[in-house]
Each structure stands twice: as structure tokens, then as C-alpha cells.
């Protein structure tokens, strides 16, 4: 299995060291931040992760469904991931810039990189638009819909920076009407209260893409197997069992996909290494399901896609002519739900 190289912060072309991009609030020779990380070098990892090649759809099909997600291996070239891996750490050199105490938009010294974009998204980046015609992840994730009609709602991901010494709350991405927040999004309702969208086929995936090698240090992902047709309430930080702590996807290496069903069970890890962990990503809505879409590529850029890659995005699609706003910001304006008529 081809792996590329990995790099540091202390290498990156803006000269970025790892004592200015991270660690503002705890030191990496804290006491328990040292007890922490050989507990990680020890312990992290799910066992038994199965990685599987590109070419065996068949395969990865069944593991998504059965455990909510699957790691797919070089689904990137070595050319393909040190271009991602560039255009996020210029990405996350442009965030960063605009947290001094790196208070992050996530939680401390957590990032989204859709959540840090005036447009909520980063697909006017060339690096994301790359990742929207792959001949390795995109028969899966037709086979996983059952067709290759499904469509892009947005180009996004996260970031953490080393000393994000908290873990993320695990949560899921998707979940039934919120009337409450308000919210354009999770608007799936059943008006005889029988079903819930966990008890439908899977809606929604999203890839997350591995420019890094994911090890035990570094703040893998959570996952946790089989949570995606769950109604149990996720548990809470204080209540999560250990074991879940250390369910997080890897090792793993560069150019790697993890393809999961944003409905399961997931949340960040401590990143204990000197080193940004990003996971840029693509969002996909299944050809039968549909939320609030907005633009998040322009009509010139959309026109140099290839004829798949535009299908794709056509429905986040700016008009011909209209200009994007593509300004980094930590906290972009909320979406909002039109009031009835």
C-alpha cells in the first residue's frame, strides 16, 4: 500500500512552527498530557480496522453498511494527496491567523474548514474541486446509493491543531427535525411519528480525506460501529465508556478515504503530536434526499469540471456571472429557515 510522506508544520512553506500553530493553553510536557499520550500510544486504534482497496466495491459496501463507515486505501496518488495536503495548510495557516488564543470554531484548537468560509463551504478551492471525480471512491459511493445520481452539497472538513488535549463530544451530522434551533438542515419528519431517519436506507455520506498519515497521536477520528440505525441517546462525555473513547480510525494511511454514514456515532480526539491533523471532505446527498443547498462553485470554475464532476454539483452552482464569497471567516453567518408564507 503506497504511503506519502507526511508534513510537518515545522516544514510548511509559510514557515509556521508547531509552538506558534498549536499548544496555547496547555503544554505538550503537562503531566497528564504526558500520561495521556502513552495511554494513546498504547491503546488508540479500533481493533481489527479493516482498510480496503479501491477496487473491491463489493466489500466495502458491506462493511459501510454493516459498521456506518469504511476506510478505503489509496483512494488519493502521492500526487493527488501532497496537492490536499498543501491546500489545507494554506488553509489553515489563513484560519489560524484569525485566532490568536486558538479558541477554535469546534471546540479549542478545532476548526471546520466549511465553517471557517463565508460560503460554508471550501469547493471554489481547486483541492476540493479535485476530489469530486475519482475513479477510486466515486463507484463506491454509487454503489452505496444504488446509483450514481446522487449529488455534492458541500466541499468541507476539519482541522485540529496539536494541543487540542479535549475530546469532542460524540454526535452525529444528521437527525430528525429540529423545530426548536430552527434549523434549514435535519428537517426529515414523519408526520405520523413512526419512522425516524435513522430507519430509512443511508441519505447522506460524507468522505473524509486523509492528506496524513491517521495514527494514534495525531487526533483520529471516533467511530463508533454499527451507531448509524441507533435511537439510543449518544452518550454524553462524562457517560461514554472507555472503549468508545478509543474506537477512532487508525492507523491509517495518506491518501486514504474514509466513507461514513453521517448518521453513526463520531466525534474528535486529542491531537498530542506537533502536527495539524486535517480531514478535508466531500458531502453527498443520495439521489432521493434532499436539504438546503448553497453555492459553493462558481459557474466558471463549474464549466472546467469534467462532465461527471458537473453533474455532481449542479445544484451548488453559482449563476453565470455571480461572484462567490469566499472570505475566511471563524463564524460565518447561521443559515436561516424562511418563515411561512
Do not use: K
Not at 430509512?200 to 467511530?223: K, S
Not at 462532465?307 to 454539483?313: D, F, K, M, N, S
Amino acid at each position: 500500500m503506497a504511503v506519502a510522506s507526511r508534513t510537518s508544520v515545522t516544514s510548511r512553506g509559510s514557515g509556521v512552527r508547531s509552538d506558534e500553530l498549536g499548544w496555547s493553553d496547555h503544554s505538550r510536557d503537562d503531566p497528564d498530557v504526558v500520561r495521556l499520550r502513552a495511554h494513546l500510544e498504547n491503546h488508540n486504534g479500533l481493533s481489527g480496522l479493516e482498510i480496503v482497496e479501491a477496487g473491491d466495491i463489493e466489500r466495502a459496501v458491506r462493511i459501510f453498511r454493516r459498521d456506518g463507515f469504511v476506510v478505503i486505501a489509496d483512494a488519493l496518488t502521492s500526487s493527488q494527496t501532497s496537492v490536499l495536503r498543501d491546500g489545507c495548510d494554506e488553509v489553515i495557516d489563513g484560519i489560524v491567523s484569525l485566532d490568536d488564543d486558538r479558541s477554535g470554531n469546534r471546540g479549542s484548537h478545532r476548526y471546520s474548514f466549511g465553517g471557517s468560509s463565508a460560503t460554508r463551504s471550501q469547493l471554489h478551492r481547486p483541492e476540493w474541486q479535485m476530489l469530486l471525480d475519482l475513479a477510486t471512491v466515486n463507484p463506491i459511493v454509487a454503489a452505496i446509493f444504488g446509483s450514481p445520481d446522487y449529488l455534492v452539497r458541500s466541499g468541507s472538513g476539519d482541522f485540529c491543531l496539536p494541543g487540542a488535549v479535549e475530546y469532542q463530544p460524540l454526535h452525529s451530522d444528521i437527525h430528525d427535525v429540529d423545530t426548536e434551533r430552527r434549523s434549514p438542515y435535519s428537517s426529515f419528519q414523519d408526520p405520523l411519528g413512526q419512522i425516524s431517519i435513522r430507519d430509512l436506507p443511508c441519505p447522506y455520506v460524507c468522505l473524509n480525506f486523509m492528506p496524513q498519515d491517521m495514527t494514534r497521536l495525531n487526533g483520529p477520528t471516533r467511530q463508533i460501529p454499527g451507531s448509524q440505525r441507533s435511537r439510543e441517546p449518544i452518550p454524553t462525555l462524562d457517560d461514554e465508556p472507555e472503549w468508545m473513547r478509543l474506537s477512532t480510525v487508525c492507523p491509517a494511511p495518506a491518501g486514504s478515504v474514509q466513507i461514513r454514514d453521517v448518521r453513526a456515532w463520531h466525534g474528535g480526539t486529542p491531537n498530542l503530536s506537533d502536527e495539524a491533523r486535517s480531514i478535508p471532505n466531500l458531502e453527498l446527498y443520495a439521489p432521493w434526499f434532499r436539504e438546503p443547498l448553497s453555492p459553493g462553485i462558481t459557474d466558471d470554475d463549474h464549466r472546467r469540471l469534467s462532465p461527471y464532476a458537473q453533474h455532481l454539483t449542479r445544484y451548488v452552482v453559482a449563476d453565470p456571472g455571480a461572484e462567490l464569497d469566499t472570505r475566511l471567516t471563524l463564524r460565518p453567518e447561521p443559515p436561516t429557515v424562511p418563515e411561512p408564507a
